[in-house]
């Protein structure tokens, strides 16, 4: 397991070096000069030829492109244009606040999504089967900015039992920082009364950012199940005498939901990607938040940035969820050899 742990490992290396290629052509290809982007509006050419030479800009291309990689591996991104702080500051700041929410919405989308699916394959083509089909469809068919704002007026302006925006209360204050999870660092602080509340913060963003994922999770369990349910010792068990939810608790599920957990790794990225729209309505101080700043304000180094964090995490998660197929069947370890 270890080397197959280390081979994934290895694998991930090309595509997060490609990364770094990519996002320095880009860099070099818009149209805009960096160098006037960071100098601001009524920037000087002396002082744009000053910032030029401070971030290498007026090398070879080629000493621009080890620069670009050295200030990758060692963090420094320069300073933010619309926030004048350490843009590494900024993103270990804001990071949290996403992957919270991120994986608070892969939660739900994972508890609902895979009984759902798991339901519906039991009961092929029957009513239920039908139902949870035509959900999925419209899952993946709303759109997240449109969902968020309906859930907003129902819950928030009509029933007022939802916050309408932020992360917590203004007036309680946030924890005494040291996960950058909220949830997390209430729970240290001794807050109860705060953890509720970021909880009650939570649930209108990370459902809605949740929804596509559901409809995800409930196609792949419905469809792995009904494969798994076609396998001999199925049949066999069957033949034994199990009862359906025995059967379903003991072989089925467990041999259905490799294919699921893939996608899983694979969702982590387009929920992140959907965050974007979701931290913007819901004011949610996260990196979609810092992106949409970023672009407002033409920061191509905070845009950077936030690609590549992104990406390593991205490749990361995929890394544990190969781990994770590895811990549920063994056999994907000896079929990677």
């Known amino acids: 397991m270890a080397r197959y742990i280390l081979r994934r490992l290895l694998l991930a290396l090309p595509a997060l070096l490609g990364l770094v290629v990519l996002t320095f052509v880009l860099s070099r290809v818009v149209p805009a000069d960096p160098a006037a ?3 601001g509006d009524a920037a000087t050419p002396a002082l744009i030829a000053e910032i030029r030479a401070q971030y290498g800009l007026d090398r070879p291309i080629l000493e621009q492109a080890v620069i670009h990689l050295r200030q990758v591996l060692t963090g420094d991104f320069g300073r933010s244009v619309f926030s004048g702080r350490p843009v590494a500051e900024e993103i270990l700041q804001r990071l949290p606040t996403t992957l919270e929410l991120t994986f608070a919405a892969l939660f739900i989308a994972t508890v609902l999504g895979i009984p759902l699916g798991l339901v519906a394959a039991l009961h092929h083509n029957g009513v239920v089967d039908n139902l949870v089909r035509v959900l999925s469809v419209g899952g993946l068919a709303i759109a ?8 907003q007026l129902v819950f928030s302006m009509e029933l007022d039992i939802l916050p309408l925006r932020g992360r917590v209360d203004v007036a309680m204050g946030m924890p005494p920082r040291v996960t950058g999870f909220v949830l997390i660092d209430s729970l240290i602080a001794g807050r109860p009364e705060l953890f509720v509340d970021g909880c009650r913060h939570l649930v209108l963003p990370a459902v809605t950012l949740s929804l596509p994922g559901i409809a995800t ?8 199940v009904l494969e798994t349910l076609q396998k001999d010792f199925v049949l066999y068990a069957r033949a034994a005498g199990y009862g359906r939810v025995r059967l379903a608790a003991i072989y089925v599920l467990r041999n259905a939901v490799t294919l699921v957990v893939t996608q899983v790794g694979l969702l982590f990225g387009a929920l992140i990607s959907g965050a974007v729209a979701v931290e913007a309505i819901f004011d949610w101080p996260g990196l979609g938040t810092y992106a949409v700043q970023a672009i407002l304000s033409a920061d191509y180094k905070a845009l950077l940035a936030v690609t590549l964090v992104v990406g390593v995490v991205y490749a990361v998660v995929n890394v544990l969820v190969d781990v994770a197929q590895v811990v549920i069947d063994p056999r994907v370890a000896e079929e990677g050899r």
């Open 37 to 39: 982007t960071l100098a």
């Open 144 to 151: 997240s900015f449109w969902l968020a704002i309906m859930l």
């Open 217 to 224: 999770i409930a196609r792949f369990t419905r469809s792995g």
